[in-house]
């Protein structure tokens, strides 16, 4: 059989794509493994005062707040510590064992006036509160959170 060059020239063209779709998948992989490999006691630098509000010195007491499957009254998942991360990894706070959550998808930050702060962790699939795409973002009472695939609802008020 004699290869014509229409053929050897799709032939390369959809090699090139496979390698190019490969190479970007390695990179991305590698950009998240080193991510997840920051140690989980690794507290965030607080930002300076301004626009963004600054983590909480001073704790007020735990819960600040409680997180739990959309569609599930059980079981609640309650925000008690400064940060509180969610993600894939065994040194998340909240554990998601999707597919579609990264291993250090997120954290939630106390803010010095009692709110929380809901923060991407430049996660692959990201973060949407409300349908919206968002890096960071205060949490209301009542917020939709997609970690990925997995839809949590916020509240304030301990539903249990």
Excluded at 74 to 98: H, M, Q, T, Y
Aim: glycine share 8%; net charge neutral.
């Amino acid at each position: 059989m004699q290869l014509t060059a229409p053929l050897f020239y799709g032939i390369l063209g959809l090699g090139l794509v496979v390698a190019v779709g490969v190479l970007v998948y390695m990179l991305r992989r590698m950009r998240q493994e080193q991510i997840s490999e920051v140690p989980p006691e690794v507290v965030p630098e607080p930002k300076p005062a301004g626009r963004e509000a600054s983590v909480a010195r001073e704790l007020p007491p735990a819960p600040w707040g409680f997180l739990r499957y959309r569609d599930k009254a059980e079981p609640v998942f309650a925000i008690d510590r400064n940060p509180w991360r969610i993600g894939r990894s065994k040194g998340n706070d909240l554990i998601l064992r999707d597919l579609s959550v990264s291993r250090r998808h997120a954290e939630i930050l106390l803010l010095e006036d009692g709110g929380l702060e809901l923060v991407d962790l430049e996660s692959l699939n990201g973060v949407f509160v409300n349908d919206d795409r968002v890096s960071r973002i205060r949490l209301r009472d009542g917020d939709r959170v997609d970690i990925g695939d997995v839809r949590l609802h916020f509240t304030l008020k301990d539903p249990g």
